[in-house]
T-cell receptor, first 117, second 115 residues
Framework: DQQVKQNSPSLSVQEGRISILNCDYT??????FLWYKKYPAEGPTFLIS?????DKNEDGRFTVFLNKSAKHLSLHIVPSQPGDSAVYFC????????????????FGGGTRLMVKP | GAGVSQTPSNKVTEKGKYVELRCDPI?????LYWYRQSLGQGPEFLIY????????DSGLPNDRFFAVRPEGSVSTLKIQRTERGDSAVYLC?????????????FGEGSRLTVL
């Protein structure tokens, strides 16, 4: 039972255009969502996060949108750059960020983004 | 370096052998996590330590897998009687307590291949 799903295994975008990566979740207990980026032979690196009390969080070229009623979030990258080419993972957590419960993240399967020059 | 360090980076072993994978977290991080990533999939949670104790080991697939963190810093993931299905990249991550962003800091992983 996959609680976090990224239905597009790959996405190809032209440099300078917008990249939109999507993520769906099923567990209504999730209250914190994160996006990670992963280059080959490296560990995932944190990109941006959003709490369930918000519907948008922006950091430079990266914006994450959360639609709780649809249990859907998306990552927008604009403008896309060739260096953004990587695998992007959506992750979710339930009720543990600011207490002692730790931060067990549930990851989606990833979307490979290719930004063409 | 200042990041999470994992050794070995690559391990090839034969079916039935015993394997240890080591993780050295970022200094001062109280929480340590082990994840496993199979080809074409996202990281899958295995176990989480808060200090020396395993706070949640619900992700360990069976009793062949065991992890320790005896002094609250370095952790070792131990796999007994390895099977071909154990082949994956084993990722370690650490985090300080109560980080508002919820971020985990990952190492580069240990790639395990069981022949």
């Amino acid at each position: 039972d996959q609680q976090v799903k990224q239905n597009s295994p790959s996405l190809s975008v032209q440099e300078g255009r917008i990249s939109i990566l999507n993520c769906d979740y099923t567990n209504s207990m999730f209250d914190y969502f994160l996006w990670y980026k992963k280059y080959p032979a490296e560990g995932p690196t944190f990109l941006i996060s959003i709490s369930s009390i918000k519907d948008k969080n922006e950091d430079g070229r990266f914006t994450v949108f959360l639609n709780k009623s649809a249990k859907h979030l998306s990552l927008h990258i604009v403008p896309s750059q060739p260096g953004d080419s990587a695998v992007y993972f959506c992750a979710a957590s339930a009720g543990g960020i600011l207490n002692n419960a730790g931060n067990m993240l549930t990851f989606g399967g990833g979307t490979r983004l290719m930004v063409k020059p | 370096g200042a990041g999470v360090s994992q050794t070995p980076s690559n391990k090839v072993t034969e079916k039935g052998k015993y394997v240890e994978l080591r993780c050295d977290p970022i200094s001062g991080h109280t929480a340590l996590y082990w994840y496993r990533q199979s080809l074409g999939q996202g990281p899958e949670f295995l176990i989480y330590f808060q200090g020396t104790g395993a706070a949640d080991d619900s992700g360990l697939p069976n009793d062949r897998f065991f992890a320790v963190r005896p002094e609250g810093s370095v952790s070792t993931l131990k796999i007994q009687r390895t099977e071909r299905g154990d082949s994956a990249v084993y990722l370690c991550a650490s985090s300080p307590q109560g980080l508002a962003s919820g971020e985990l800091f990952f190492g580069e992983g240990s790639r395990l291949t069981v022949l």
